[in-house]
């Protein structure tokens, strides 16, 4: 089994698929490139959006949408599992790992607003989903006792606030006591902590502050 993975680090939905690989204990090669600059025309016809990720399997297809890649992963590699056993448990993870997903355009365009107003409205939006995920966040995982893909679409999100943190952003999860507790897992959780190894976090928010934001305007 060999797996290419074309991805940019900086980028949630590459993660995603990362953070599967990690958990499951998967060897893959990383071919690391930026969706955003001059791509390399192998790229063109891998991609058909021209996204990342896409990843490269040992039958030739080329997948791509993250969550549809993170199921393979799931399906060639069940242990340990990212999904519950019963048809319609998998469904209800399927979907607020759908929920949580909404989270991340708000957060990205948080990072990038240039007034205190626009960040306040994105919070807000943020604010509106999070609650809902409190509700139903378990105390050990989102869903279980094990990690499951909600957790994997939720780490990215997490390891943002983190770095926002970093930097004197207020504390979004402060309200929420049960995402904030499965954050503080996740943030040490092995399949995570390796892709935020190194100065991820500090590269991160050099990239994060040349967008201009607000948010970003009065640190070092
Ligand atoms: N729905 C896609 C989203 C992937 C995505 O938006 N990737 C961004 C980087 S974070 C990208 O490649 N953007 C380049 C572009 O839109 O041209 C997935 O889940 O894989």
């Given at each position: 089994?060999?797996?290419?993975?074309v991805?940019?680090?900086?980028?949630?939905?590459v993660?995603?698929?990362l953070?599967?690989?990690?958990?499951?204990?998967?060897?893959?090669?990383?071919?690391?490139?930026?969706?955003?600059?001059?791509?390399?025309?192998?790229?063109?016809?891998?991609?058909?959006?021209?996204?990342?990720?896409?990843m490269?399997?040992?039958?030739?297809?080329?997948?791509?949408?993250s969550?549809?890649?993170?199921?393979?992963?799931?399906?060639?590699?069940?242990?340990?599992?990212?999904?519950?056993?019963?048809?319609?448990?998998?469904?209800?993870q399927?979907?607020?790992?759908?929920?949580?997903g909404?989270?991340?355009?708000?957060?990205?365009?948080?990072?990038?607003?240039?007034?205190?107003?626009?960040?306040?409205?994105?919070?807000?939006?943020?604010?509106?989903?999070?609650?809902?995920?409190?509700?139903?966040?378990?105390?050990?995982?989102?869903?279980?006792?094990?990690?499951t893909?909600?957790?994997?679409?939720?780490?990215?999100?997490?390891?943002?606030?983190d770095?926002?943190?970093?930097?004197?952003?207020?504390?979004?999860?402060?309200?929420?006591?049960?995402?904030?507790?499965?954050?503080?897992?996740?943030?040490?959780?092995?399949?995570?902590?390796?892709?935020?190894?190194?100065?991820?976090?500090?590269?991160?928010?050099?990239?994060?502050?040349?967008?201009?934001?607000?948010?970003?305007?009065?640190?070092?």
């Amino acid at each position: 089994m060999s797996y290419q993975v074309v991805g940019y680090p900086f980028c949630p939905f590459v993660q995603r698929v990362l953070i599967a690989l990690n958990e499951k204990a998967v060897d893959f090669e990383s071919i690391w490139l930026d969706p955003h600059a001059e791509l390399p025309e192998w790229f063109k016809e891998w991609s058909p959006l021209g996204k990342v990720p896409v990843m490269k399997v040992t039958t030739g297809e080329v997948l791509f949408e993250s969550m549809a890649i993170v199921e393979y992963i799931e399906e060639l590699h069940k242990v340990p599992s990212i999904y519950a056993k019963l048809p319609a448990k998998r469904a209800i993870q399927r979907a607020w790992a759908g929920v949580a997903g909404e989270l991340y355009g708000p957060q990205y365009m948080s990072m990038g607003a240039k007034s205190e107003a626009e960040v306040e409205q994105h919070f807000a939006t943020m604010k509106a989903t999070l609650k809902v995920l409190e509700e139903r966040c378990g105390r050990s995982y989102f869903s279980g006792e094990t990690m499951t893909a909600v957790d994997i679409v939720l780490a990215p999100m997490f390891i943002r606030f983190d770095a926002l943190a970093s930097i004197g952003v207020e504390n979004i999860l402060a309200d929420f006591p049960k995402l904030e507790a499965l954050s503080n897992k996740l943030l040490t959780h092995h399949a995570v902590l390796q892709i935020i190894a190194g100065d991820w976090t500090e590269k991160f928010i050099e990239i994060q502050k040349g967008r201009g934001g607000i948010l970003f305007q009065n640190i070092e």
